[in-house]
């Protein structure tokens, strides 16, 4: 019954920006921390950015430090990730996933959308 579901994902160029959103239904968000992962071509799937509980604490994965950022919105059951000033490192599908606690590791999170391409052109 649970799904979570990304959009926002596209092409762009060097130095723009796209935000992504994660629509869930089938659990309230309040109760769940929120990570968005990545995973380029031949790489493995890696942290990016994630948000806990009550929206208070935030981390980071260092490739994307000062340039991203990510919230909730419970009332909408919705979460956001902003891109800003990307790159062509950027490129990748982009994942969100819920868990019980804020986490870096995707081994901690239950459940995950399918995924948004975002391709950044040189």
């Known amino acids: 019954q649970v799904r979570l579901v990304e959009s926002g994902g596209g092409l762009v160029q060097a130095g723009g920006s796209l935000r992504l959103s994660c629509t869930v239904s089938g659990l309230s968000i309040s109760n769940y921390a929120m990570g968005w992962f990545r995973q380029a071509p031949g790489a493995e799937r890696k942290f990016v950015q994630g948000?806990?509980?009550?929206?208070?604490?935030?981390y980071h994965g260092d490739s994307v430090k000062g340039r991203f950022s990510t919230s909730k919105d419970d009332m909408k059951n919705m979460g956001y990730l902003q891109m800003n000033n990307l790159n062509f490192g950027d490129t990748a599908i982009y994942y969100c996933?819920?868990?019980?606690?804020?986490?870096?590791?995707?081994?901690?999170?239950?459940?995950w959308g399918q995924g948004t391409q975002v391709t950044v052109s040189s």
């Open positions: 948000i806990s509980r009550n929206g208070v604490v935030t």
């Open positions: 996933a819920v868990a019980e606690g804020l986490d870096m590791s995707p081994l901690s999170y239950e459940y």
